[in-house]
């Protein structure tokens, strides 16, 4: 890639999804409070290939950012939140990659492959079944800009939802298509099997942070985690590194070797 040449940035919306570990039964209660959602990318992607992921994806600009679409004419749109183009692509995202379906009533589970097949069709699937989708139960964490020597670059919004009912976990499961596996690990086991994830640069940052706050969950019931550890209702500024290393090399790929100690570069800002 070449930094002379400044990539559209895409808008692009991911789900971390937290799971209790009383979901997981042959687990010790001594153990880490959660545990988070991973999806493998298929080998044959031109992306991130075989890496470990939050499930989303880009916004889809013709659907996800249309208020009269969404809202069939009858509410104004300043009554949505301020992010609500991201929210409905992190929704549409998480439903097609590992099946949690965050609309209440839930979707039928056929729909699933209709709205990976066609964006417009999670809009059809919400009218046809009085549903809605359950923007309060995503909660904006952080913000990631792709380095500047990425050809591909995204501009992506991470939420942080919880598993709440045995009948939601049983709902997860990959795609079989951009997703091939799925692994359910606490933070600090991502961490120290990083390399054998593949973990992208926010990926590793973020389950960073998420290991610094589940060891300040103990005591606190697990119904109260949203809302005690975040509770922010908006982005604070994006996270947009600037590596000082050569720029004909592969961004992503340095940065990752950098944050794994690996990488001759160095991460001179991150801001």
């Known amino acids: 890639p070449n930094s002379n040449v400044t990539s559209t940035l895409k808008q692009a919306s991911s789900i971390i999804i937290l799971s209790p570990t ?15 959602l991973l999806l493998q990318r298929n080998n044959r992607t031109r992306f991130m290939r075989n890496a470990f ?21 009858e509410q104004e749109s300043s009554s949505l939140p301020e ?12 439903f097609e990659e590992s099946g949690l379906c965050l609309t209440e009533p839930r979707l039928s589970s056929s729909w699933r492959k209709k709205v990976h097949n066609d964006a417009t069709m999670l809009h059809e699937a919400v009218q046809l079944q009085n549903a809605r989708l359950l923007f309060e139960r995503l ?41 091939v596996n799925l692994a359910w690990v606490s933070p600090p086991h991502a961490l120290e099997a990083a390399k054998e994830y593949a973990l992208p640069p926010p990926t590793w940052m973020i389950l960073r942070e998420l290991n610094h706050i589940g060891h300040m969950m103990k005591g606190v019931p697990s119904e109260a985690w949203l809302d005690t550890y975040f509770s922010g209702d908006h982005f604070g500024q994006p996270f947009e590194p600037t590596l000082d290393l050569d720029i004909q090399q592969d961004g992503t790929k340095q940065l990752r070797q950098v944050l794994l100690g690996e990488g001759r570069g160095r991460i001179v800002h991150i801001g």
């Open 139 to 179: 909660r904006p964490f952080q913000r990631w800009v792709t380095p500047k020597q990425e050809s591909r670059r995204y501009d992506t919004r991470f939420y942080v939802t919880q598993i709440q009912s045995e009948e939601e976990m049983r709902e997860i499961e990959h795609d079989q298509v951009e997703m």
């Open 53 to 73: 992921v939050f499930p989303g994806g880009v916004l889809d600009e013709r659907n996800d950012s249309n208020a009269d679409f969404w809202n069939n004419g």
């Open 83 to 94: 992010d609500w183009p991201h929210r409905i692509c992190a929704i549409r995202e998480t």
């Open 22 to 36: 009383r979901f997981f039964p042959s687990e010790s209660a001594n153990l880490f409070p959660f545990k988070v």
